[in-house]
């Protein structure tokens, strides 16, 4: 194997990667925005209700949540499912 095919190889690996975490770092980010546009609704009356704590509260358990499935769940799986394709090859 010639070192362009493996420089192609590894570069094509990195992509892959890269692309899943993208993909899943954009949920994260937009479960973020919702919650500053939710604190910022919140503190537009210079006020802070139970109730406005609580759907903060929920969102940032969302956010999270979204980080820890979403995101550390699929770069597992992706990683487990690139060592399961390059055994499959030898």
Known sequence: MELWQILTAVFGVISL?????????KIVISEIGIL?????????????????LELIIAQIKKVIESF???TIQKAAS?????QT??????
């Open 36 to 52: 500053f546009n939710i604190i910022t609704e919140a503190l537009k009356d210079d006020t802070l209700t139970k109730e406005e």
């Open 17 to 25: 990667v890269l692309g899943v975490f993208w993909i899943q770092a």
């Open 85 to 90: 394709k390059k055994h499959a090859k030898l």
């Open 78 to 82: 992706t990683i487990k499912e690139m």
């Open 68 to 70: 820890k499935k979403k």
